[in-house]
């Protein structure tokens, strides 16, 4: 039986004082059934760990350098985020794949730099709506995943990936529950035939899930949760999310 893992990606949205209340209410909230965890921004690390230790909800990065150290500017390494307590770092967001030119291999490369200092990676993945329009998803998902699992090798069942059609993320238009649970199906078939521990990894759904829309998304087969983004920065929102797991 796979625990449901909910995970809110706040992207670049926050404010001291936001995230001071935002947490709040997380904390006032508890306790929930699912595996509750908020990816911030790297500036926000420290803060949140203070205010989230000796509690149940885990934080982490919404991405992690490939390498270990040295002269790259701006970047973060897996084992500084192990040090701010990440449990987790987001990788291969569609965001950094579009805006930063992130490939398959980069991706496949901060997945294992974070394993490798024990945050687990959540490899995003998905198509964007040419994609799917052209009958590409399961091609383009696959090709995605297969990086990952490549480079990972025998670690590669400690990740947690995180499907996410690019056409759904912040537009209001969500996946419905038969279109996500195909993929879904997909990958669990794909990381099984790879590691044979697919039945222990979680798949997250992402892409516009809201409260009215998590349990359904969530009561299907292969899904294990959700990446959440826009409605993870009202804490109402987030909480009827975590409790619809
Ligand atoms: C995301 O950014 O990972 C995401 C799923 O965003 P949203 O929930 O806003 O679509």
Redesign the pocket.
């Known amino acids: 039986m796979r625990r449901t893992l909910v995970v809110g990606?706040w992207?670049m949205h926050g404010s001291r004082p936001a995230n001071a209340e935002l947490l709040a209410g997380l904390l006032a909230a508890r306790p929930y059934t699912a595996d509750v965890a908020v990816c911030v921004p790297a500036v926000f690390l420290t803060e949140t760990a203070a205010t989230l230790a000796g509690s149940d909800i885990r934080w982490g990065a919404q991405d992690v350098s490939a390498h270990e150290q040295g002269a790259y500017t701006g970047e973060i390494s897996a084992g500084m985020l192990h040090e701010c307590g990440c449990r987790y770092a987001?990788v291969g967001?569609?965001?950094r794949r579009a805006y930063h030119a992130e490939s398959d291999a980069l991706v496949a490369q901060k997945a294992q730099a974070a394993l490798a200092r024990g945050v687990t990676p959540i490899v995003?993945v998905g198509e964007t709506l040419a994609e799917r329009e052209a009958g590409q998803t399961e091609v383009v998902v696959k090709r995605q995943l297969s990086a990952v699992i490549h480079q990972l090798a025998h670690c590669a069942a400690e990740m947690v990936v995180?499907y996410?059609p690019v056409w759904?993320?912040?537009?209001g238009r969500t996946a419905s529950p038969e279109q996500a649970q195909a993929v879904h199906a997909v990958l669990r078939a794909q990381l099984q035939a790879a590691t044979g521990r697919a039945d222990t990894m979680k798949i997250l759904y992402?892409?516009?899930?809201k409260p009215d829309n998590a349990a359904t998304l969530f009561a299907q087969p292969d899904i294990d949760g959700?990446?959440?983004?826009?409605?993870?920065l009202k804490a109402a929102d987030f909480i009827a999310i975590c409790r619809a797991a």
């Open positions: 990606n992207k987001i967001h569609s965001e995003c995180a996410e759904a993320i912040g537009t992402g892409g516009s899930v959700g990446l959440i983004g826009g409605a993870a």
